[in-house]
């Protein structure tokens, strides 16, 4: 008698703690790829304060020299898993066009 293949069992996805992690405002995101995967880099920036005049501020903002990123998450994935983010995100869009 022939070896029967292995049946196939989908369990379902439960995202357990998931609670414990706040959101986090992302507005900021790199793309790199290598060999590896593709890596992701997500981060929030916000703009320097300057207050007082225009010129001030002007003065202000030359001293800062760099607006910092707070990294959020950085993630590694492979083509599939891209493509099925870029398919996620792209039907949520159409889904919801405001």
Do not use: C
């Not at 292995?6 to 992302?26: G, M, N, R």
């Not at 790199?32 to 207050?51: E, K, M, N, R, Y």
């Amino acid at each position: 008698m022939a070896a029967q293949p292995p049946q196939q069992i989908e369990l379902p996805i439960v995202f357990v703690d998931a609670e414990q992690f706040k959101f986090d405002q992302a507005n900021i995101f790199v793309i790199q790829h290598s060999a590896d995967g593709w890596f992701l880099t997500v981060g929030q920036a916000a703009p320097p304060l300057a207050i007082g005049s225009p010129e001030q501020q002007r003065e202000q903002l030359e001293r800062v020299g760099y607006v910092p990123v707070k990294v959020v998450a950085k993630l590694v994935v492979t083509r599939k898993r891209l493509e099925e983010l870029r398919d996620l995100i792209d039907n949520q869009l159409k889904a919801d066009p405001t």
